[in-house]
Every structure is written in C-alpha cells, then in structure tokens.
C-alpha cells in the first residue's frame, strides 16, 4: 500500500527537481521590485525554443513601468506592408524611413538560407542516434532560434516608433495565407517579411497606448488608385514598380501611393465613425423618432 501523499512530502519532492537557472539578462532590477513589494511573479514558464531552454516570467507591476519615450508627431500615417520593402509611409519619418519613406526589409530568413542548407544536409552524413547528429540538430533550431528573434526585434523597433508617433496609424487588411499559397517563392518571402506578426504588434500596441488603428478593406485598391487625381486603373502588374496615371500624368512609386491612397482613405472611415457616433447619440433625444406602444424605444433589433 502506497503512504498517501502530504502537502510538506509533495513540497520536498518538488524542491528535488529545482536548481538554479542562469539568465542572459539581469534580474536586479526585478528583483528590488520584489523586496520592495511593487511586483510579484504570477508564473514561470519553462520552454524549449530556438535550440534553447528559456524560463519565461509573468510579472504583475502593482505601477506601471514607464513607457520609453518616442517622439510624438500626432496625426495619421498610412503604411502600405510588402515584400520589396517591409514597409513604406505615406511621409517621411527622420530615423525610421528614407526620404521617400521606405523601411528597408532585413530579409533575415534570405540572408541565412546557405547555412541552413548546410545544416539541413549533415544529417544525412550522420548515423541515426548518434551524438553528431543531435548536435547538429542543436545547431540548426539555434540557427532557426537567431533568426526569429532578430525579425522579431526588427518588428518591435518599427511598431514602437508608429504607435508612439501618430495617433492614428491606417494599415491594410491582406490575406496573408491567401497570397502565400499562390507560390512557392512567394510564401517564402512572406514568411521571412512576417507581415501578420507586424499587425499583431500594432493591434496590441495601439489598444495599450489608447490610441487608433485602422484597417483598410483589403478589396481597396490602393496600389491601382492614383494618389493626385484618383483615378483608378483597370490593371497593375506585381513586376510594375512604378504608378503611372494616364489621366494627369504623375509618375509616383508603387508603394509610395499606396501608402498615400490608404492615409487618405483611412481620414474617410475615420470621420465616418465619428458622424456614426455622433448620429446615434442625436437619435436617444426625444422627439427624434416615434415611440411604440407603452412608450417603449426598442433601440435594438429583436
């Protein structure tokens, strides 16, 4: 018969599979937080990422860690995502973009595609169980590790300078699974330019901040619509990096009057929503609208 088990039996046996864990970052300043009562750790999650363990802290702040600052300019920007650039505004932003407001794309993915090739065919070389062969298993998901986390710094630098500069930031809805099943070639290089990572950052990042996000319909046409007059061609090719109108004459880059196209019409769903607003507010007061019987407004549909 087995003795049944105690709570100060299962604490032990616990603490037997505890040791201590060595982080790459300093835990100093969390831990005067936790002497000094302003924080507490909610959990701690062990996982195996990128060819490393790695412990994962949940950490409640009874205060509000300070946000670092950005340069606050207001206003709405539109950003037109791609593959040619990971992102191109609708102006100049001095530290971000170049003059005409491009952010270059780090093809992180591109740049490691030989070495991973590398790593993908030594195991072929290897006995099956053998320690060589764990070994460059370890290497490779280190490998996958690294370029994760360097498109993920890459994506945190962008999101952070546009949510912290502008008020409202207007985006496009594409359908990133839709495109990348076309082709090969180009699921790859919509999987290295990690457009929905960079919506998703955006969303929260906005939502904290309080401030506006705005998607665009992705049957807008955007790239067809000429930013001057607004005219709309019938066809663009992907290959045509240029927007020529054949209605006024303008000769703008592709992704730059995208960018410019969503602004604009990002300004329109805007004061859309707020006369929406301002319509129902106005539709409550009495004598707007007859009453049904028992004097029953039924604002809602049933």
Known sequence: MLPQSTPDRDVKRRREHL??????????????????GAASIQKVTISFTGGRWQAALSVRYFVAPAVKPVKHRGGVIGVDAGITHLATLSREFPGLTDEHGHVANPRVLEKQRRKLAKFDRRPARCQKGSTNRAKVGQRRARLHGTIT?????????????????FDAVVIEDLHVSGMANKKRHLGRALADVSLAELRRQLTYKMSDRGTTLVVVDRFYPSSKTCSACGAVRAKLPLA?????????????????????????????????????????????????????????????KT
């Open 149 to 165: 986390l360097t498109r993920a710094l890459e994506l945190h630098r962008i999101t952070n300078t546009l949510t912290g500069g």
């Open 19 to 36: 040791a201590w864990i060595h982080t790459t970052q300093s835990t100093c300043r969390l831990a005067r937080k936790l002497e000094a």
């Open 240 to 300: 045509s990096r240029v927007f020529e109108c054949s209605t006024c004459g303008v000769s703008l880059d592709r992704d730059a009057n995208a960018a410019v196209n969503i602004e604009a019409e990002g300004r329109r769903l805007l004061a859309a929503a707020l006369e929406s607003i301002s319509t129902s507010n106005t539709q409550d007061v009495a004598g707007l609208r007859p009453e049904t019987q028992d004097a029953d407004p039924r604002t809602e």
